[in-house]
């Protein structure tokens, strides 16, 4: 019983936790511009990532106990969706782009 719960606990947080990793890095521009020495220039922690998690984590915690998705759509899967969606939003509106984009042109020239 307990072993059930705890492995649909990590299908729910695994996803939304990969969300802001592969939004950050697809979507900012990483992967075109990946310089190891703009590592030690980033900030310490990155609210948007945090944010898109807890909503996404959430809403997957919600959709697994408490609603059925649409044509048993998994939640997890979802809840990716909606993590990624969240962090590109969120991202745009902290000054985290205009950070970044600052750090990046300095490092790059």
């Known amino acids: 019983l307990f072993f059930a719960d705890f492995i649909n606990v990590l299908g729910i947080m695994g996803p939304p936790i990969a969300s802001p990793i592969l939004a950050d890095y697809f979507i900012s521009g990483r992967h075109r511009k990946y310089n190891p020495a703009a590592l030690t220039y980033q900030p310490t922690v990155r609210w948007a990532g945090i944010i ?58």
Request: glycine content about 8%; some cysteine.
């Open 52 to 109: 898109s998690f807890a909503i996404g984590a959430a809403i997957a915690l919600y959709c697994s106990y408490g609603v059925t998705l649409p044509g048993e759509f998994p939640s997890g899967v979802f809840a990716m969706i909606v993590s990624f969606v969240v962090y590109i939003v969120i991202y745009r509106l902290l000054p985290d782009a205009a950070a970044d984009q600052r750090i990046l042109k300095q490092i790059n020239g």
